[in-house]
DNA sequence: GTCTATATTTTGATAGAC
DNA sequence: GTCTATCAAAATATAGAC
């Protein structure tokens, strides 16, 4: 009997478009569009570089594959969360973290959206899977803060997409510019110590803000 | 009489060189290292690629230079705020207004800056002049924070780099990942008046945080 | 110090057998 | 569907005259 392993890839197509995928993406999230070699992406698979063209036509249909595939990803996990149930700050404590530790988990993602900027995001205006991104976590934010203000919990009025981008920023940042903010001062924010320390910090900032008004 | 124009490069080694580099800034900020050409930065100038050669040595070397350059610019500014006569808040509010308009104004520096975050900042690492870059910043909000603990306007302690990373990130987010929070969230983020109210809610988001304790 | 022309290498993409 | 071998274009780098 032929052991497992080895057969396994054998004209399975949904496999071997799945390993490209994830070569790819750590190809291109290492190195950038520009940057990420055909080549290598096909070196560290057992397939050939004629199957990447076979499935994906060019490098930038591969490319747009991998950024589809990444947002897939994360628009599964904001929707797992139940938060109806819990008191507005509880419920925005979790969702902070929540947000804090995916960017943390996935250093790929948020390296993806970095190159995908520098694009000027011309590949995820092009798809229409990313675009129409439903972006439940703004309506989340929203129940959230009119429940928080309802129950008195909350004195400020805010725009529920200025919050999301202040919680955002702050847990993508630690993350998309750990090297050279790392290299400056000289601080490691990997960290055990320093993560926990940033999770309450932008967790109460954001509770502080929402319970204040400023001359 | 020869027009001006025509002769000003002719032989002037410092201004051909700092040409290059303007030339290039925009070119790498744009493309990123691996995508920006050399072809490219040559055609937009006056002068050849050869001297790109003659002053650079290779692409990488011109990258590094165009790297100290934009580093070399915002240490001049950082110096120049006069913070140590206003009182706490005030003073910190003038710094992140300076820092919020800094990002905002140079989104060339924020380009470049992601880009070697996607090198791990190895460039930054091999160039001294930018490694020992003097963080005078984290000195001026340590002064404030501790001002304002003494006088009592602040009554939470906070580590001044964390400090500064909330203000930075927040800043640097919104021009650096301008292209796919716009394109999702459907919001021009260049706007006067949403940048208007960003500038306040970070300001005001920092001051409450430093005027609360949490339970 | 500066230019034009060219060499060398890399790399995205394809042909054609199985 | 998959592989090996190869093409063609692009891009970095250099030669050599002035």
Chains 1, 2 share one sequence.
Do not use: W
Request: proline letters at 3%; glycine letters at 4%; charged letters at 30%.
């Amino acid at each position: 009997m032929a052991p497992k392993h080895e057969n396994r890839r054998k004209n399975d197509p949904q496999r071997t478009q799945e390993d490209i995928l994830e070569v790819a993406t750590e190809e291109f999230s290492t190195h950038g569009l520009a940057g990420g070699r055909v080549d290598a992406i096909a070196e560290k698979m057992r397939t050939s570089k004629r199957m990447i063209y076979y499935y994906f036509g060019s490098k930038e249909g591969l490319y747009l594959a991998v950024l589809e595939r990444a947002y897939r990803k994360i628009r599964t996990l904001e929707a797992d969360l139940e938060l109806a149930n819990l008191p507005p700050e509880q419920a925005l404590r979790v969702l902070i973290s929540t947000t804090f530790d995916h960017d943390e988990a996935n250093p790929d993602f948020v390296r993806l959206v970095s190159i995908e900027n520098i694009h000027h995001a011309a590949h995820m205006l092009r798809s229409e899977a990313i675009r129409d991104l439903n972006v439940s976590v703004i309506e989340t934010i929203a129940a959230i803060l009119e429940r928080g203000i309802a129950e008195g919990v909350f004195t400020r009025k805010a725009d529920p997409i200025d919050i999301h981008m202040l919680i955002s920023a702050f847990c993508f940042f630690r993350v998309s510019n750990r090297y050279t903010f790392g290299t400056i001062f000289r601080r490691d924010l990997s960290e055990r110590a320093t993560m926990e320390r940033h999770k309450t910090l932008i967790a109460d900032a954001v509770i502080n803000y929402l319970q204040n008004k400023v001359a």
